[in-house]
T-cell receptor, first 114, second 111 residues
């Protein structure tokens, strides 16, 4: 079946602009995660959704970052007033609700802030 | 704070065996997972340990010692396609809220 998809694959923006990143999880997966990966680094947890609710937003780096999920499916990560330090690959992952730790990752969105 | 320590880089030859270690200090522990990521690709799940001991999946095995806050990934019969970065990840909450990842180990497999 279809895996996790993300769009756009690449985004170049100017400092100060807002960007929206989209994630389409695997159908039926109720858990959804956003991570940020800077060049050569590990994955930094940003936010977790269970259904449409985000019980844990503690990883969002600042109030410029927000995320929502609608219909228990598609999620959008919004970064307002982008800064150069926001440049990274943003990865989305979804997980089956059957109590497994396995996360299925999308290909990521590479964000470059000029 | 939370920390997961992995070696930054490991080099091995084709056909050999390599072990990638992960030591962790986290506020909670509910399991250790391993992921593989090829350059430019998405991380893919390799294995999970919730209890102490060894889990085997084909050429890959993973080990956990909760008392030592330590685990490792063992790759046998290395192939060129195993050249990738390998990340350990700890689930720190009971209800799957949050996972912490190590910085990754880049494995270089040489002919």
């Amino acid at each position: 079946g279809a895996g996790v998809s993300q769009s756009p694959s690449n985004k170049v923006t100017e400092k100060g602009k807002d960007v929206e990143l989209r994630c389409d999880p695997i159908s039926g997966h109720t858990a959804l995660y956003w991570y940020r990966q800077s060049l050569g680094q590990g994955l930094e947890f940003l936010i977790y959704f269970q259904g449409n609710s985000a019980p844990d937003k503690s990883g969002l780096p600042s109030d410029r970052f927000s995320a929502e999920r609608t219909g228990g499916s598609v999620s959008t990560l919004t970064i307002q007033r982008t800064q150069q330090e926001d440049s990274a690959v943003y990865l989305c992952a979804s997980r089956d609700s059957l109590g497994t730790d396995t996360q299925y990752f999308g290909p990521g969105t590479r964000l470059t802030v000029l | 704070g939370q920390s997961l320590e992995q070696p930054s880089e490991v080099t091995a030859v084709e056909g050999a065996i390599v072990q990638i270690n992960c030591t962790y200090q986290t506020s909670g522990f509910y399991g250790l997972s391993w992921y593989q990521q090829h350059d430019g690709g998405a991380p893919t799940f390799l294995s999970y340990n919730g209890l102490d001991g060894l889990e085997e999946t084909g050429r890959f095995s993973s080990f956990l010692s909760r008392s030592d806050s330590y685990g490792y990934l063992l790759l046998q019969e290395l192939q060129m396609k195993d050249s990738a970065s390998y990340f350990c990840a700890v689930r720190v909450s009971y209800n799957f809220n949050k996972f912490y990842f190590g910085s990754g180990t880049k494995l270089n497999v040489k002919p």
